[in-house]
Each structure stands twice: as structure tokens, then as C-alpha cells.
T-cell receptor, first 114, second 108 residues
Framework: DGGITQSPKYLFRKEGQNVTLSCEQNLNHDAMYWYRQDPGQGLRLIYYSQIVNDFQKGDIAEGYSVSREKKESFPLTVTSAQKNPTAFYLC?????????????FGPGTRLTVL | GIQVEQSPPDLILQEGANSTLRCNFS?????LQWFHQNPWGQLINLFYIPSGTKQNGRLSATTVATERYSLLYISSSQTTDSGVYFCAVGPGTYKYIFGTGTRLKVLA
């Protein structure tokens, strides 16, 4: 089945540690995205990538880093510089579907800093 | 930057009732999507609708781009419709801005 997978589903981190969240898609989409969602809030854009080896900062990029070495993969690293990393992280890809360029989302990773 | 406002913020309905959710945006957009976030956090695509009207079963949506708003209609609501409904707009080609959502609870 085509889709977007994220791993792990739950992640616990000690303060001061970097962690990497995985996002893989087999939809052959060029564009990929990372969002952060805090409880009761909407989604905020961290980084996005239009094409392999290229990415742009979103609205809240500080304390995060990404890479896009393969079309299928867009991992997100939450660094120790991120002051409040506990949140729900959602990955998306975007491509042609039903006549429009839609975003599709993975199931998310819940990160908790202990 | 572009502002996206959704109303109402919270909505409680009895099963079988109809409802209208609204998304206002402050500038012209090239892309607009409606999503349903279920209780497990999964975002489910409802409509890609930068303009015009679409229907899918009990759900329909209308975007009036010239007046900068979109409406999502839910008819004969069911308990499984509960969750948060988000509008996301894209002023350019790639970047999207999400509204703060409408939290819907449907009572049996």
C-alpha cells in the first residue's frame, strides 16, 4: 500500500539529547514537510523540502535540523537547542491526487522529554 | 503573513444534526485543504478545494476564493465524526498555514 510511515510512534528523551524522527513515503511525491502540534493547538511548519537535496525553514525551525538525501526519506533531528521539544510531530508529503496537489500525513510521533 | 481563522472553535451536536464549519483567510491562496484529525492524532484528507464546491457522501465543502472563505458542511452527523477539523491554506506553491481548528463532539 502507498503511504507515509513515521517511526517511532512514541519517543522518550532525556534533556540534552538529540533525537531523530523517521519519515518515509512511497507515494513518489517530490515535496515533504515536518509539522509540530502542541496540545489543543493547530499545526506549525518546521521545515519543508520541495525536492531532493533542498529544504527550507518553516515558521519554527530553531532547534531542529533535516536532511533530504533520498526522495523517499525526510528525517527530522530534534536537537538539544530546542527549548521545549515535547510535542506531537507530523510528517507529510504532497503530490497530485484527484486533480489537485494535496498533502498527505503520516500517523505522527509523540516525543516526550523527561 | 497570511492569517487563517476557523469558527466555531468548539461545537457539540446531537447525532443526526447538521453543521457548518467556517475557514476565513486574509489573502488569496493557491491551495486549500480540509482535514479531520481523529482521536489518535491521524490527519485524514477530506477535501482539496481552492475554489468551487465538492461533495463526498455526507460531507461537502465550498470555497469562495474572491471572498476569502471556505465552508465545510457535515450532514446527519455521527459519533465517528467527532474530532478536530482543520483548514490549511497555501498562499504559494508549497507552504501551508493551518488554522487553529474546530473541535467537534457528536453525542449519541
Amino acid at each position: 500500500d502507498g503511504g507515509i510511515t513515521q517511526s517511532p510512534k512514541y519517543l522518550f528523551r532525556k534533556e540534552g539529547q538529540n533525537v531523530t524522527l523517521s519519515c518515509e513515503q512511497n507515494l513518489n511525491h517530490d515535496a515533504m514537510y515536518w509539522y509540530r502540534q502542541d496540545p489543543g493547538q493547530g499545526l506549525r511548519l518546521i521545515y519543508y523540502s520541495q525536492i531532493v537535496n533542498d529544504f527550507q525553514k518553516g515558521d519554527i525551525a530553531e532547534g531542529y535540523s533535516v536532511s533530504r538525501e533520498k526522495k523517499e526519506s525526510f528525517p527530522l533531528t530534534v536537537t538539544s537547542a530546542q527549548k521545549n521539544p515535547t510535542a506531537f510531530y507530523l510528517c507529510a508529503s504532497r503530490g497530485q491526487n484527484r486533480g489537485g496537489n494535496e498533502q498527505f500525513f503520516g500517523p505522527g510521533t509523540r516525543l516526550t522529554v523527561l | 503573513g497570511i492569517q487563517v481563522e476557523q469558527s466555531p472553535p468548539d461545537l457539540i451536536l446531537q447525532e443526526g444534526a447538521n453543521s457548518t464549519l467556517r475557514c476565513n483567510f486574509s489573502d488569496s491562496v493557491n491551495n486549500l485543504q480540509w482535514f479531520h484529525q481523529n482521536p489518535w492524532g491521524q490527519l485524514i484528507n477530506l477535501f482539496y478545494i481552492p475554489s468551487g464546491t465538492k461533495q463526498n457522501g455526507r460531507l461537502s465543502a465550498t470555497t469562495v476564493a474572491t471572498e476569502r472563505y471556505s465552508l465545510l458542511y457535515i450532514s446527519s452527523s455521527q459519533t465517528t465524526d467527532s474530532g478536530v477539523y482543520f483548514c490549511a491554506v497555501g498562499p504559494g506553491t508549497y507552504k501551508y498555514i493551518f488554522g487553529t481548528g474546530t473541535r467537534l463532539k457528536v453525542l449519541a
